[in-house]
């Protein structure tokens, strides 16, 4: 039988192959992660390993001979030091009852040790969504959940044990005050994965969801409580930011924007709710990007560059792995100002064969490509458009907009300035802009200890007009003018 040799500082020791199988698959039968959030079809580049002096794709090489892997091209469980947005802790005391709140997002988790009767957030903790071995976007998932139910099964029990460990992660720290409910907010899909529901309805029109009521199940006898959302791709997350922002409260317009894989966006007015889900891809988290990474130690968050050199800063002081979304931000905007991008979004000739180096590594060079540059441009194009259509559609200007709350990892850390300069906001929102941080993990812990917030959600949820962008003829025509810079 044909033998993988692993000589790596995690693992030493021959693998024996089955038939057909690849490397990725043979390091995870031993226990070690591999990285796939293209969902293994050989576009991400995350899972590279040096096979035999050469550095290849492990989701994609089925061994033909003894082969020898002496090196690793990320960190293992180095995803678990994610740079994770939660929620701000509260130094208090507390009455002995615990609930856990958590928000399940895509690429990551974070949860919240909450007071049951103050309210008070005891302590946060965060983790990989471990079901991005098949893939990094919603879409990925729900083709590989209606395509396989083994697959769906495992995405159900990859999210359920994640938040097992998360409960388990804080009942030992907190002995004091273990939770003894959970409370979950996250998209349509990620809530449905949980639940174990089909979610053949939500991959083709007219995207219909099991369920959007808020729900209850147990987990190993633990009650669980899922909140309501709003549709197919507006879901509970949304909705629970709307009730952080207090967007029922406000008196003049405002929009809460959560940049991730779809630009989730929800339009307060004095008639309700506009909301809508613009697809624009995980390009702004790493996905998509041919040097992309989540923001984890190793991914370059910072980019400057002066004269014929970029300088980078890297999350953890560590070696470079890749870049991730706000590093993307600042390079686009860099390379703009110093003219090696186009209007078009052309690369300058010097680097549109290879693409811009980044920094040099042990693995190789770190590119940002022309490709990778169209992955933003779309990405970016697609939010612009879809806030612009909002407005349009409720009859608001930019100027009569009072406030747009970011929330989310990337709205989070990423500069405004920069983010107007690319295009992703419109110029007339720059000063209007703040961050507000992980508003779905906050109205997931408001509406589990305020008694009034989940009538104020239903409310909220029952006052939302959702804005299909693909019903809109103006859409194409925004996104069209808003894919140059």
Known sequence: MTSLHVQTEQYRGEILLK???????????????????????GTCGKCRVCSDGEWVKACRTVPVK???????????????????????????????KGILAVDIGTTTLAAALVDADTGAVLDTAGAVNHQNRYGADVLSRIRAANADEADRKAMQQAVRTDVRRLWEE????????????????????????????????????????????????????????LLPGISAFVGADIAAGMLACELDQRKKPALLLDIGTNGE???????????????????????????????MPGAICKVRIAGTRSICRVIGGTEAVGICGTGVLELVAELLDHRL?????????????????????????????????????????????????????????????????????????????????????????????????????????????????????????????????????????????????
Not at 25 to 33: F, H, M, P, S, T
Not at 81 to 87: K, S, Y
């Open 265 to 295: 966006m929800a339009l307060a007015t004095e008639d309700g709710f506009y909301v809508t889900s613009a697809p624009a891809g995980p390009a702004f988290e790493g996905g998509n990007i041919s040097c992309g990474m989540p923001g």
């Open 341 to 485: 991008v186009d209007s078009r979004g052309c690369m300058a000739e010097t680097y549109a064969v290879e693409g811009y180096p980044l920094v040099s590594t042990k693995g190789g060079r770190i590119l940002f490509t022309q490709e990778d540059l169209r992955q933003v441009q779309m990405a970016k194009a697609a939010i612009c458009s879809g806030v612009r259509i909002l407005l349009k559609k409720a009859g608001i200007s930019e100027t009569e907009l009072t406030g747009v709350f970011l929330a989310g990892g990337f709205g989070y850390y990423m500069d405004v300035q920069k983010a107007v300069r690319v295009g992703i906001l419109p110029k007339g929102l720059e000063k209007k802009t703040k961050a507000t941080g992980n508003t779905s993990l906050q109205g997931c812990i408001r509406y589990a200890t305020d008694r009034n917030a989940p009538l104020r959600m239903r409310r909220m949820i029952e006052a939302s007009r959702e804005i299909n962008l693909a019903n809109e003829p103006d859409f194409e025509v925004e996104y069209i003018a808003n894919m140059d810079f």
């Open 66 to 96: 003894d082969t020898h892997i002496t090196e690793l091209g990320w960190e293992p469980g180095g995803a678990q030091d994610m740079t994770i947005l939660t929620a701000e802790r509260v130094e208090t005391g507390h009455s002995g």
């Open 170 to 225: 804080l009942a030992a720290k907190h002995p004091e005050c273990v939770p003894e409910e959970i409370y979950l907010a996250g998209n349509t899909t990620m809530e449905h994965l949980f639940m174990g529901d089909s979610c053949e309805s939500l991959g083709k029109a007219p995207f219909l969801p099991v369920s959007l009521a808020e729900r209850h199940t147990q987990l190993e006898g633990i009650p669980v409580t």
């Open 19 to 41: 038939p057909g199988e690849t490397i990725a698959e043979a390091l995870e039968r031993i226990g070690i992660r591999v990285p796939t959030p293209c969902g293994g079809n």
